[in-house]
C-alpha cells in the first residue's frame, strides 16, 4: 500500500467523518427533549419554570454533578442514578395515591388484576407528551405535582440536613448540608424532574421516549426497543466482518524487511540541548501527580464501602466524595497529558537536529502556566462542591459538573492556550525539520497534524455555556473525552513511538509511515463516529444510535490484532544489547498493547452494544473499562514515554532495575486484580439486577448494601494495594534517577 493512497485514505475518513458528526450534532439540537417555558397542573398551579430548571442544572453541577450518582447514566458510580431513582419512587407514589383514591388501600396490597389496571393508568399518565410545543408550556396532572413535592422533601432532606435520611446520605456518600438553601434545592429538585421527565416522555409521534426508553424499568413500560436490538445485532455483524476483513489484510501482505540494527546506539553521542534537559521537571511533576491521583483514588474507592469515612476519620467533612473522584479523574488525564506533551518537547530538538531559538525559557513558561492550572483548577472545584461559590463564579472558576471536563471555564480556556504554547513550541521545530529530512516527511507532517489537533480539539470544551441545553452539552464533552483524549493523543502517541524506534534505528522511516498512517485510518474509521456511542440515551434520536452502534464496533476492530503489536515490540527489546537499556521502557508499551486488547477491546465492547448498554449504562461495567483503558493503555503509554525520554537523557547510566521491575509487574497485576476480584464482578451482578428487576435496584443502597455486594467492594483492597505499591516503587525510581541511588555509575 503507498503512502499517497493512505494519505487520501486519512483526509476521506477526516472529511466524511466529521461531516456526519457535525450533520447529527445539528439533529441532537433540533430534536433534543424540550425544557418547558414552564410547568403547570391542569388547575393551573404554577410548579416550575424553564429558569428553575436551568438554574437547578447549575446547582447539580456545583455539587459535582456526575461525580456523584449520575444523570441519563453518566457520572459516578456510588449513589443512584437519579433519573432512574426519581422515576421509580414517582411510579411507586403516583400507583399509591390511585390504590387509595380507587380502592381505599397501598398498592402494593392490591390484587394482580388491580395492580395491572392501575399500571396501564400509570404508563399513560408518565408516558404521554402534554408538552405544548408552541407556547413551551407543559401541563401534568395534580397527582403528578403532588408526587413532585413529595420527591423534592426526600431528595431535599437527602442533600441537606435531615436525620432520618443520615444512614442513606453515608451509603451515597453525600456529606449532610451539600446544598444550604432551600432555594437551591428546589431548583435541582426541578431538574432532576425535567431530566427524568425525558427519560419517560415518549418523542411526538412516537411510542420511544426521549432517551430511548433508558433506563430499565418495567412497571413504567421502558423496555429496550425494536430498533436497539436491530442495531446490537448489526454491531456484532460489523464487528466480524471488519476482524476477517483485517486478518485477511495482515495476512495478504508482504513482510516488510525491517531495518538493519546498528551494533551500536545511534543516539549515544545525541547531545542534551538545554530545552530537553528543561523537561525533567515535567516528568517529576507526572510522577507527584500519580502519586496524589492514585491517593485520591483509593479515598474514591474506600467511600465505597464506608460512606464518609476512611477506617474511621471523618474525611468526607472536608474532602468529600464528589472532590475526591473529581480529583482522581482530573489528575490522571493532567499526568498522562503532561508526560505526552514533555515527551513532543523533548523531541523537537532531536528532530531539528538542533535547539531553537529561546526553547528553553518556552519549555519553562509552559511549565508554570500547567502548574497554575492544575492547582487552581482542583482548588476551585473544591470551593464549588463546599457551595463557596455563587453559581456564576462555580461556573467560570469552580466546578462544572461534567465526568472528565470538571475544571471551571477559566481553567479551561488558560488550559486551552497553554495547549497552543505547547502546539508553537512544537511547530517551531517542526516545521523547518520538513524541509531538511525527506526521508522522514510523512512521518513528521503526521507529527505536525496530531500536534494541531491535541491543541485544537481541546476547544470542543468550550463549545458549551452555563446554562447549554445538557444533551448539547453531552455531546460537546464527550468530543473532548473521545476525540482529543481517546482520539488524537491515541493518533500523537502512536507517531511518538514510531520517532523513537526510527531515531534508534530499529525500524524503517519509511514502514514506520506507513504504519502510523494505517493505523490511524482504522483507528479514526470507527473511533470519530464511534463517538456517538456514549449518546444513545443521551436525549438523541434513533440515528445516533445507530451510528454509535455500528463504528464503535469497528473501534474493536484494530485492537484484536494488538498481540502482533505486543510481539513485535517485545521482539525489538532483544534485537540487539545495547537495546536492553531500553528494556523496562518497551516492556511499557508491551503492556499498552495488552491493555488495549483487554480494557479497549474486550472490556469495551462488553459495554458498547446498545442492548448492553442499555442494561448496564452507569453500573460498574463502566469502571472496569475506564479503568483498564484510561490507565492500561494511556496511562501506561505515558509512563513508558516518560522512562523512554529519561532513559536517553544519560544513556552513559547503568539502571537498577529491580525497583522498576517491580514497579511494573505490581501496576500491571495490581489493575488486573482490582477489575477481576471487585469491580467486574460488582458490575455483573448489577447487570443481572438491572435486567431482573431494574436500574434503580442495580443502583440502590438497598442491593448494593447487601453482605455479598460489601465483600466483592472490599476485595478491591487487594488489587488497589498491589497497585499502589507498584506506583510508590515506580516514584522511587524516577525521583532516585536524580538522587543517584537508582544508577549503577560506570567503574
Same mark, same amino acid.
Given at each position: 500500500?503507498?503512502?499517497?493512497?493512505?494519505?487520501?485514505?486519512?483526509?476521506?475518513?477526516?472529511?466524511?467523518?466529521?461531516?456526519?458528526?457535525?450533520?447529527?450534532?445539528?439533529?441532537?439540537?433540533?430534536?433534543?427533549?424540550?425544557?418547558?417555558?414552564? !410547568?403547570?397542573?391542569?388547575?393551573?398551579?404554577?410548579?416550575?419554570?424553564?429558569?428553575?430548571?436551568?438554574?437547578?442544572?447549575?446547582?447539580?453541577?456545583?455539587?459535582?454533578?456526575?461525580?456523584?450518582?449520575?444523570?441519563?447514566?453518566?457520572?459516578?458510580?456510588?449513589?443512584?442514578?437519579?433519573?432512574?431513582?426519581?422515576?421509580?419512587?414517582?411510579?411507586?407514589?403516583?400507583?399509591?395515591?390511585?390504590?387509595?383514591?380507587?380502592?381505599?388501600?397501598?398498592?402494593?396490597?392490591?390484587?394482580?388484576?388491580?395492580?395491572?389496571?392501575?399500571?396501564?393508568?400509570?404508563?399513560?399518565?408518565?408516558?404521554?407528551?402534554?408538552?405544548?410545543?408552541?407556547?413551551?408550556?407543559?401541563?401534568?396532572?395534580?397527582?403528578?405535582?403532588?408526587?413532585?413535592?413529595?420527591?423534592?422533601?426526600?431528595?431535599?432532606?437527602?442533600?441537606?440536613?435531615?436525620?432520618?435520611?443520615?444512614?442513606?446520605?453515608?451509603?451515597?456518600?453525600?456529606?449532610?448540608?451539600?446544598?444550604?438553601?432551600?432555594?437551591?434545592?428546589?431548583?435541582?429538585?426541578?431538574?432532576?424532574?425535567?431530566?427524568?421527565?425525558?427519560?419517560?416522555?415518549?418523542?411526538?409521534?412516537?411510542?420511544?421516549?426521549?432517551?430511548?426508553?433508558?433506563?430499565?424499568?418495567?412497571?413504567?413500560?421502558?423496555?429496550?426497543?425494536?430498533?436497539?436490538?436491530?442495531?446490537?445485532?448489526?454491531?456484532?455483524?460489523?464487528?466480524?466482518?471488519?476482524?476477517?476483513?483485517?486478518?485477511?489484510?495482515?495476512?495478504?501482505?508482504?513482510?516488510?524487511?525491517?531495518?538493519?540494527?546498528?551494533?551500536?546506539?545511534?543516539?549515544?553521542?545525541?547531545?542534551?540541548?538545554?530545552?530537553?534537559?528543561?523537561?525533567?521537571?515535567?516528568?517529576?511533576?507526572?510522577?507527584?501527580?500519580?502519586?496524589?491521583?492514585?491517593?485520591?483514588?483509593?479515598?474514591?474507592?474506600?467511600?465505597?464501602?464506608?460512606?464518609?469515612?476512611?477506617?474511621?476519620?471523618?474525611?468526607?467533612?472536608?474532602?468529600?466524595?464528589?472532590?475526591?473522584?473529581?480529583?482522581?479523574?482530573? %489528575?490522571?488525564?493532567?499526568?498522562? #497529558?503532561?508526560?505526552?506533551?514533555?515527551?513532543?518537547?523533548?523531541?523537537?530538538?532531536?528532530?531539528?537536529?538542533?535547539?531553537?531559538?529561546?526553547?528553553?525559557?518556552?519549555?519553562?513558561?509552559?511549565?508554570?502556566?500547567?502548574?497554575?492550572?492544575?492547582?487552581?483548577?482542583?482548588?476551585?472545584?473544591?470551593?464549588?462542591?463546599?457551595?463557596?461559590?455563587?453559581?456564576?463564579?462555580?461556573?467560570?472558576?469552580?466546578?462544572?459538573?461534567?465526568?472528565?471536563?470538571?475544571?471551571?471555564?477559566?481553567?479551561?480556556?488558560?488550559?486551552?492556550?497553554?495547549?497552543?504554547?505547547?502546539?508553537?513550541?512544537?511547530?517551531?521545530?517542526?516545521?523547518?525539520?520538513?524541509?531538511?529530512?525527506?526521508?522522514?516527511?510523512?512521518?513528521?507532517?503526521?507529527?505536525?497534524?496530531?500536534?494541531?489537533?491535541?491543541?485544537?480539539?481541546?476547544?470542543?470544551?468550550?463549545?458549551?455555556?452555563?446554562?447549554?441545553?445538557?444533551?448539547?452539552?453531552?455531546?460537546?464533552?464527550?468530543?473532548?473525552?473521545?476525540?482529543?483524549?481517546?482520539?488524537?493523543?491515541? !493518533?500523537?502517541?502512536?507517531?511518538?513511538?514510531?520517532?523513537?524506534?526510527?531515531?534508534?534505528?530499529?525500524?524503517?522511516?519509511?514502514?514506520?509511515?506507513?504504519?502510523?498512517?494505517?493505523?490511524?485510518?482504522?483507528?479514526?474509521?470507527?473511533?470519530?463516529?464511534?463517538?456517538?456511542?456514549?449518546?444513545?440515551?443521551?436525549?438523541?434520536?434513533? #440515528?445516533?444510535?445507530?451510528?454509535?452502534?455500528?463504528?464503535? #464496533?469497528?473501534?474493536?476492530?484494530?485492537?484484536?490484532?494488538?498481540?502482533?503489536?505486543?510481539?513485535?515490540?517485545?521482539?525489538?527489546?532483544?534485537?540487539?544489547?545495547?537495546?536492553?537499556?531500553?528494556?523496562?521502557?518497551?516492556?511499557?508499551?508491551?503492556?499498552?498493547?495488552?491493555?488495549?486488547?483487554?480494557?479497549?477491546?474486550?472490556?469495551?465492547?462488553?459495554?458498547?452494544?446498545?442492548?448492553?448498554?442499555?442494561?448496564?449504562?452507569?453500573?460498574?461495567?463502566?469502571?472496569?473499562? #475506564?479503568?483498564?483503558?484510561?490507565?492500561?493503555?494511556?496511562?501506561?503509554?505515558?509512563?513508558?514515554?516518560? %522512562?523512554?525520554?529519561?532513559?536517553?537523557?544519560?544513556?552513559?547510566?547503568?539502571?537498577?532495575?529491580?525497583?522498576?521491575?517491580?514497579?511494573?509487574?505490581?501496576?500491571?497485576?495490581?489493575?488486573?486484580?482490582?477489575?477481576?476480584?471487585?469491580?467486574?464482578?460488582?458490575?455483573?451482578?448489577?447487570?443481572?439486577?438491572?435486567?431482573?428487576?431494574?436500574?434503580?435496584?442495580?443502583?440502590?443502597?438497598?442491593?448494593?448494601?447487601?453482605?455479598?455486594?460489601?465483600?466483592?467492594?472490599?476485595?478491591?483492597?487487594?488489587?488497589?494495594?498491589?497497585?499502589?505499591?507498584?506506583?510508590?516503587?515506580?516514584?522511587?525510581?524516577?525521583?532516585?534517577?536524580?538522587?543517584?541511588?537508582?544508577?549503577?555509575?560506570?567503574?
Amino acid at each position: 500500500m503507498t503512502t499517497r493512497k493512505l494519505w487520501i485514505g486519512f483526509i476521506l475518513v477526516m472529511v466524511i467523518s466529521f461531516g456526519i458528526l457535525g450533520y447529527y450534532g445539528w439533529e441532537i439540537y433540533r430534536e433534543a427533549p424540550p425544557i418547558p417555558e414552564k !410547568v403547570v397542573t391542569t388547575d393551573g398551579e404554577v410548579i416550575m419554570t424553564a429558569s428553575d430548571i436551568k438554574d437547578g442544572q447549575n446547582v447539580w453541577q456545583s455539587v459535582g454533578g456526575q461525580e456523584v450518582g449520575t444523570i441519563w447514566g453518566h457520572g459516578a458510580y456510588q449513589a443512584p442514578d437519579w433519573n432512574a431513582d426519581w422515576l421509580h419512587r414517582e411510579a411507586l407514589f403516583i400507583l399509591d395515591e390511585y390504590a387509595k383514591a380507587d380502592f381505599g388501600k397501598v398498592y402494593e396490597n392490591l390484587d394482580d388484576e388491580q395492580k395491572a389496571m392501575l399500571q396501564a393508568r400509570l404508563k399513560n399518565e408518565l408516558r404521554t407528551n402534554t408538552h405544548n410545543f408552541d407556547n413551551g408550556v407543559l401541563t401534568i396532572s395534580p397527582v403528578r405535582a403532588k408526587a413532585f413535592k413529595e420527591l423534592s422533601r426526600h431528595y431535599g432532606g437527602l442533600f441537606m440536613d435531615d436525620p432520618a435520611k443520615a444512614d442513606l446520605r453515608d451509603a451515597y456518600s453525600i456529606p449532610a448540608n451539600s446544598i444550604k438553601t432551600e432555594d437551591r434545592m428546589f431548583k435541582m429538585n426541578a431538574f432532576f424532574f425535567w431530566t427524568t421527565w425525558s427519560t419517560i416522555t415518549q418523542r411526538p409521534g412516537s411510542d420511544i421516549t426521549y432517551t430511548n426508553n433508558w433506563p430499565p424499568d418495567e412497571l413504567v413500560g421502558n423496555k429496550p426497543t425494536s430498533s436497539l436490538i436491530l442495531w446490537t445485532g448489526f454491531s456484532v455483524i460489523i464487528l466480524l466482518a471488519g476482524i476477517g476483513l483485517m486478518i485477511w489484510f495482515y495476512a495478504s501482505r508482504k513482510e516488510d524487511k525491517g531495518e538493519e540494527i546498528p551494533e551500536t546506539n545511534p543516539q549515544m553521542e545525541v547531545r542534551q540541548t538545554p530545552s530537553m534537559k528543561a523537561t525533567l521537571k515535567y516528568f517529576w511533576v507526572v510522577t507527584a501527580l500519580i502519586l496524589v491521583q492514585i491517593l485520591m483514588g483509593v479515598i474514591t474507592a474506600h467511600y465505597g464501602v464506608e460512606g464518609q469515612a476512611f477506617y474511621g476519620i471523618p474525611l468526607a467533612d472536608f474532602l468529600p466524595y464528589s472532590v475526591t473522584r473529581t480529583w482522581h479523574i482530573q %489528575l490522571a488525564i493532567f499526568w498522562i #497529558a503532561t508526560s505526552w506533551l514533555a515527551t513532543g518537547l523533548y523531541l523537537v530538538p532531536a528532530i531539528l537536529g538542533k535547539e531553537p531559538k529561546h526553547q528553553k525559557l518556552g519549555v519553562d513558561i509552559l511549565f508554570f502556566a500547567l502548574l497554575v492550572i492544575v492547582v487552581g483548577s482542583l482548588l476551585g472545584q473544591w470551593l464549588g462542591v463546599m457551595q463557596k461559590l455563587n453559581l456564576v463564579e462555580n461556573f467560570w472558576f469552580g466546578h462544572q459538573g461534567y465526568e472528565y471536563v470538571d475544571l471551571g471555564r477559566f481553567w479551561q480556556i488558560f488550559l486551552f492556550a497553554g495547549l497552543f504554547i505547547w502546539l508553537f513550541l512544537m511547530a517551531r521545530g517542526l516545521l523547518p525539520a520538513l524541509k531538511n529530512q525527506k526521508e522522514n516527511r510523512h512521518l513528521l507532517i503526521m507529527f505536525l497534524i496530531s500536534s494541531i489537533a491535541i491543541a485544537s480539539f481541546y476547544g470542543a470544551g468550550l463549545m458549551w455555556g452555563r446554562q447549554t441545553h445538557l444533551s448539547l452539552a453531552e455531546y460537546w464533552r464527550w468530543w473532548v473525552v473521545h476525540l482529543w483524549v481517546e482520539g488524537f493523543f491515541e !493518533v500523537f502517541a502512536t507517531v511518538a513511538i514510531a520517532f523513537l524506534f526510527v531515531r534508534m534505528r530499529l525500524i524503517q522511516a519509511s514502514l514506520a509511515t506507513i504504519t502510523v498512517l494505517l493505523s490511524t485510518v482504522i483507528f479514526l474509521s470507527g473511533g470519530i463516529l464511534g463517538t456517538f456511542h456514549h449518546l444513545y440515551f443521551a436525549g438523541t434520536p434513533t #440515528a445516533v444510535m445507530a451510528i454509535g452502534a455500528s463504528f464503535s #464496533a469497528l473501534e474493536v476492530v484494530p485492537l484484536v490484532l494488538m498481540g502482533y503489536e505486543a510481539y513485535h515490540n517485545l521482539g525489538l527489546s532483544k534485537a540487539k544489547e545495547w537495546v536492553r537499556v531500553y528494556r523496562w521502557p518497551i516492556y511499557f508499551f508491551v503492556a499498552v498493547a495488552f491493555w488495549n486488547f483487554l480494557g479497549a477491546g474486550i472490556f469495551g465492547f462488553l459495554i458498547n452494544p446498545p442492548i448492553a448498554l442499555y442494561y448496564m449504562q452507569g453500573l460498574n461495567t463502566t469502571p472496569v473499562h #475506564a479503568h483498564t483503558a484510561l490507565f492500561g493503555v494511556y496511562g501506561m503509554l505515558g509512563m513508558g514515554l516518560m %522512562l523512554f525520554v529519561l532513559r536517553e537523557m544519560d544513556l552513559k547510566v547503568k539502571w537498577k532495575e529491580r525497583p522498576i521491575k517491580i514497579a511494573f509487574w505490581a501496576i500491571n497485576i495490581g489493575l488486573l486484580l482490582m477489575v477481576l476480584i471487585s469491580v467486574l464482578p460488582v458490575g455483573l451482578a448489577q447487570t443481572w439486577a438491572s435486567v431482573k428487576t431494574g436500574l434503580w435496584y442495580a443502583r440502590s443502597a438497598e442491593f448494593l448494601q447487601t453482605p455479598a455486594m460489601e465483600t466483592l467492594r472490599w476485595l478491591r483492597a487487594i488489587g488497589d494495594s498491589i497497585f499502589a505499591i507498584g506506583v510508590l516503587f515506580l516514584a522511587w525510581f524516577v525521583f532516585g534517577l536524580k538522587g543517584g541511588w537508582s544508577v549503577k555509575k560506570d567503574k
